[in-house]
């Protein structure tokens, strides 16, 4: 393959990756104001209002899944991104001398089904937190006491070493690669889906804050994204993890103490 079409290949992913990390951030936004306007998400301090309970329909909960899948692809995409440009050079390299290759497309939906996986799971814990009034709205957050407990759980989960291990791979893939590399779609599939369940591991207690903040307070979404990114990214993201454990910890035993 020549050096030219490479170059043209790797344009085509990072505008694939932009174009649909685009398309889910402007959905979400557009939600996000939505539900702003209609008053149904809110800042930390709506986890004093009385709960809305109203009963779900069907439609409700494939609209909130949706809502979720596409929100998790928002705030994942992004830091997977230096990940799939890793992996598509390995393919790029393999198919240049003739060695069976794995499409890169097929890594990033196997990413994503991981993700979406945890939207189901995310949509049945929103659908079971706002039939118990626990949430203040179907996308509004739980209540001071409980969400600072949550926070002291996710501060502690950040100084764990499930934490740490899921962390360590999802900052430096290439060894999981070049080591457990699988040829075809159905290979390239299952190696991203290796993946997300690492990068899942790493930051399933930062998207559960979701339910402390506002299932749909875009701010906090787009910190969160931020963080989530950093922590993958930095060279000193593992303190910054550390870090940010110390925060939450305080921060919950505040809520807890103010609730009291």
Excluded at 133 to 153: A, F, K
Aim: aromatic letters at 12%; charged letters at 10%.
């Amino acid at each position: 393959m020549q050096p030219g079409v490479t170059q043209r290949h790797r344009a085509l992913v990072i505008g694939a990756l932009v174009a649909l990390a685009g398309l889910a951030w402007a959905y979400t936004i557009h939600l996000g104001l939505g539900m702003s306007s209609d008053g149904m998400s809110g800042g930390m301090t709506g986890g004093m209002a009385m709960p809305m309970v109203m009963a779900w329909s069907a439609t409700d909960f494939v609209f909130m899944f949706i809502m979720w899948a596409v929100m998790m692809f928002a705030m994942m995409l992004p830091s997977v991104t230096p990940t799939v440009l890793i992996f598509e050079r390995v393919r790029a390299r393999r198919e240049q001398t003739g060695r069976p290759f794995a499409p890169t497309l097929a890594f990033v939906a196997g990413y994503l089904l991981i993700w979406i996986g945890f939207s189901l799971v995310a949509t049945l814990a929103n659908w079971w937190l706002h039939r118990n009034g626990v949430l203040t709205s179907m996308m509004g957050q739980v209540g001071p006491m409980l969400g600072g407990v949550l926070l002291i759980l996710a501060g502690i989960f950040q100084w764990t070493r499930l934490k740490d291990a899921c962390l360590d791979h999802c900052r430096s893939p290439l060894g999981f690669l070049t080591t457990y590399w699988r040829d075809g779609i159905g290979g390239a599939a299952r190696m991203g889906m290796h993946h997300g369940i690492f990068c899942l591991g790493c930051c399933w207690m930062l998207m559960a804050l979701l339910f402390v903040l506002g299932v749909m307070n875009l701010p906090w979404v787009a910190v969160l994204t931020v963080v989530v990114l950093a922590e993958k990214t930095l060279p000193f993201g593992r303190y910054l993890s550390r870090a940010l454990g110390v925060g939450l910890i305080v921060w919950g035993a505040w809520l807890c103490a103010i609730s009291i």
